[in-house]
């Protein structure tokens, strides 16, 4: 799963303002003495829309603030808070809601059950059972009746940690469904010109916009972590991919699209959109990339769009053996004439343990020899066991420097050397 590395202002202040949901049902909860919290509703929020990491900050702040203002037992508690945070993160983040088939009950259950062993330990080797919870009620009264007194923290724990860790997701949901999806987006992706629209003008002049898509048909690619900009929120990705699509303004009459795998796994809303942009804008010619099991559907794209489409695909390298038994590519082309009968312009990667100077060379007079155009892509150490090879690629770029000067050839020397993604 890919998780944000670092937040807008917007979505910084987002946090804040979830903390301070977090503190306002705390003091709530004390304020009126019920055997519940009411201090997560921030911490599923931030979880939901950031990731675990960033859903661990509210119940951190809230944690603080409480317990040096209202509270002193919350700075204890810091440690649950940041698990439950770290739970939620780990299980809800990028989830469809929409859908009404999420079990809010089993769900709460198992972001519950971590946080409810760590509290009861601490609320019966540090408190002895007595704490500023309308719980503790509870637990005395279970501890007199002959219970031992970590198992009655730890039954009660469990049932009013479970109550009102259902009642603040349920309500986080109901938070989450309300508010508009234009809204929505903006909180998970501020910059969208940042990193999801870009024009190419050095070769090929042309506009390119990174759209999501739902998951990659094949995503087993050893050497891919690209899918994980993937979704199954396919209202939150039709939204997203039309402010994307808004940017484009026909400068050039050619626009790539491209997305964490084949344009077949774009929602049909977002080809629909596309089509309208190519009408509207007067796009002349479109670059779409789709893997080698998709070769017998190309002409529905060209069908529905009705202009020239450019197709790439992901060969990257004519070595047969190195790309079905190491990269695990899934595309069993034998030779570089069979993939040109159905592709305009394959995707080769160099610089890769393991890879020789031979295959490249290879690999290279293979894509002039049967492609009038291609991309090369210097591989890029990522989160897969593929690792780059840095006295390859040192050959490399010396070897091959004349490539910055072949119009039909473009090397990225970074992912995002087109000026999209991140």
Excluded at 152 to 162: A, E, I
Excluded at 252 to 275: A, H, M, Q, Y
Excluded at 302 to 328: C, Q, S, W
């Amino acid at each position: 799963m890919r998780y944000p590395k670092k937040l807008t202002v917007l979505q910084m202040s987002f946090l804040a303002l979830a903390a301070v949901l977090n503190i306002a049902g705390a003091n709530l909860a004390l304020l009126i003495r019920i055997p519940l919290y009411l201090d997560t509703l921030g911490t599923f929020l931030a979880a939901i829309l950031f990731g675990p990491f960033y859903g661990m900050v509210p119940g951190f702040l809230s944690g603080i603030l409480t317990g040096m203002t209202t509270d002193i037992y919350s700075l204890f508690y810091l440690p649950v808070q940041l698990l439950t945070g770290l739970t939620a993160g780990l299980f809800f983040y990028e989830k469809s809601f929409r859908n009404g088939k999420y079990r809010i009950p089993l769900y709460a259950f198992v972001v519950t059950l971590p946080g409810t062993i760590v509290s009861s330990c601490i609320t019966a080797f540090l408190f002895g059972g007595i704490t500023s919870s309308g719980s503790t009620v509870m637990v005395q009264l279970f501890h007199h009746l002959g219970l031992n007194l970590t198992v009655s923290v730890f039954c009660v724990q469990l049932v009013t940690d479970f109550i009102d860790r259902t009642v603040m997701l349920a309500l986080s949901l109901t938070v989450l469904h309300v508010l508009p999806v234009s809204v929505l987006t903006v909180l998970k992706k501020e910059t969208v010109l940042m990193d999801r629209y870009s024009k190419i003008t050095n070769k090929n002049k042309r506009e390119i916009v990174l759209l999501k898509a739902l998951p990659c048909a094949w995503g087993k690619c050893r050497f891919c972590d690209y899918i994980e900009d993937n979704s199954r929120d396919r209202e939150s990705m039709i939204t997203l991919n039309r402010d994307v699509l808004s940017h484009v303004t026909g400068e050039f009459g050619v626009l790539e699209v491209i997305n964490s795998g084949s344009c077949f796994e774009l929602p049909k809303e977002t080809l629909t959109d596309i089509r309208t942009v190519v009408r509207e804008k007067h796009i002349q010619k479109l670059f779409f990339e789709a893997h080698w099991i998709y070769r017998s559907r190309l002409d529905e794209m060209r069908e529905f769009f009705g202009i020239p489409i450019v197709y790439k695909t992901g060969a990257e390298t004519f070595d047969y053996h190195f790309r079905e038994h190491y990269l695990n590519k899934h595309a069993d082309f034998r030779d570089a004439e069979e993939l040109s009968r159905y592709f305009d312009s394959p995707c080769l990667m160099v610089g890769i343990q393991g890879q020789t100077k031979e295959m490249i060379q290879n690999d290279i007079r293979l894509l002039k020899q049967f492609f009038k155009l291609g991309t090369i892509n210097v591989f890029t150490n990522n989160s897969t066991d593929v690792k780059r090879d840095e006295e390859l690629v040192k050959w490399f770029l010396e070897e091959y420097r004349e490539l910055e000067h072949d119009p039909s050839i473009e090397v990225l020397y970074e992912n995002t050397d087109f000026g999209v993604g991140d």
